[in-house]
């Protein structure tokens, strides 16, 4: 008696359910991205409001009561927590930010004319993180249990715990006070600032435009001005590359088709470089969303330290003036660019290792 073998099923059809799989993932993970800004940006309403209103906050003390209760009332401070709630919700999903109340400006005009300073910083930092922190974990991972590999692991758990602004403080004293070959503060010169002003339409990066302007003196003296706030704040994430790196390689050089290649010859600086490195990045990219947070966050004491006028920048002296309404505005900006940036992680993750998806 024979017994049906039952055939597999067509290439096409197997596609089709890994594409299927891969689009329904996406739209899920898009569609958590409402209620992930939504829940972020009613928290900072809530903790805001929690200290008094705005108006209160800012200008209290400086005006006769009379004064400020006409502006309290002329605002919309005064009316029921929930009303004011739905407006502000309102306002966000349009596009509308508010006036800050320390210099009456749009705060949408202060996301966008900082924002990119921000982001800028934050990928130079990212540059750091990616070329100390991959290289060092697979050379603590060729060199597992050797002092080379207790030395980087010890500088690992160093640069994620040391202080932003402390790191800071002293690559400024070592590069620009006793060695003084890096500048102090600042994101680029005086004459480099005003010349990247006379562009057209600047786009705020300040590397982009002064490529664009095509001076290499410019490119130079931007460039100088980002080494010292990118190694202070990339560091951070560098320390979390590093053991991740690390631990990864190790995994995969006890997995199976590693020993094959062991024991066909295969030195093992070949296996770590060839065979253990892509699978060992697969976790790098799923956590770089967890680190762009990290990075928007350390961003405040890093533009504070250089003076590097950024989001963070801005936010620190937003509330020093108890700007309530300015802070407010910043601190959703970059809850969405954390929730939008998580979003693409997502994809990346799910077109590298199909696991992901399910």
Do not use: C
């Not at 050797?146 to 690992?156: E, H, I, P, S, Y």
């Not at 664009?212 to 490119?219: M, T």
Request: aromatic letters at 10%; charged letters at 15%.
């Amino acid at each position: 008696m024979t017994t049906a073998v039952a055939s597999p099923p067509p290439k096409t059809a197997r596609k089709r359910s890994s594409g299927g799989g891969l689009w329904r993932y996406l739209v899920i993970r898009f569609l958590l991205i409402i209620p992930t800004i939504f829940i972020l940006v009613t928290l900072v309403f809530v903790l805001m409001r929690l200290t008094g209103d705005p108006i209160t906050a800012a200008l209290g003390g400086r005006l006769p009561p009379e004064q400020l209760a006409e502006r309290i009332h002329a605002a919309g401070y005064d009316r029921p927590i929930i009303v004011q709630y739905l407006e502000y919700v309102g306002q966000i999903f349009t596009g509308n930010f508010g006036t800050t109340l320390s210099d009456n400006r749009p705060v949408t005009e202060i996301l966008l004319t900082y924002g990119a300073a921000t982001l800028e910083l934050a990928f130079y930092a990212l540059i750091v993180a990616f070329i100390v922190g991959i290289p060092l974990g697979m050379v603590a991972a060729y060199r597992r249990d050797k002092w080379q590999d207790a030395g980087l692991r010890v500088f690992a758990i160093l640069a994620y715990a040391t202080p932003v602004f402390f790191a800071g403080l002293l690559l400024k004293l070592i590069f620009s006070v006793w060695l003084g070959v890096l500048p102090v503060a600042g994101r680029a010169s005086t004459g480099t600032d005003l010349n990247l002003q006379t562009l057209e339409n600047p786009s705020g990066i300040y590397l982009i435009d002064a490529i664009r302007l095509g001076d290499p003196d410019a490119i130079g003296d931007v460039l100088s001005h980002a080494v010292l706030p990118a190694i202070a704040l990339g560091l951070l994430t560098a320390g979390v590359f590093l053991r991740l790196v690390r631990t990864n390689v190790i995994g995969t050089l006890g997995s199976g088709y590693v020993d094959a290649a062991r024991s066909r010859g295969v030195s093992e600086y070949r296996l770590v470089a060839k065979h253990a490195y892509r699978p060992a990045l697969i976790p790098i990219i799923t956590v770089i969303g967890l680190q762009i947070a990290l990075l928007l966050g350390g961003a405040v004491l890093t533009e504070t330290t250089f003076e590097w006028k950024g989001l963070g920048f801005m936010l620190s002296e937003y509330l020093k003036a108890r700007d309530f309404v300015a802070v407010q505005g910043i601190v959703a900006l970059l809850a969405v660019i954390v929730a939008l940036t998580n979003f693409i992680v997502d994809i990346i993750a799910a077109i590298i290792d199909p696991r992901v998806r399910y």
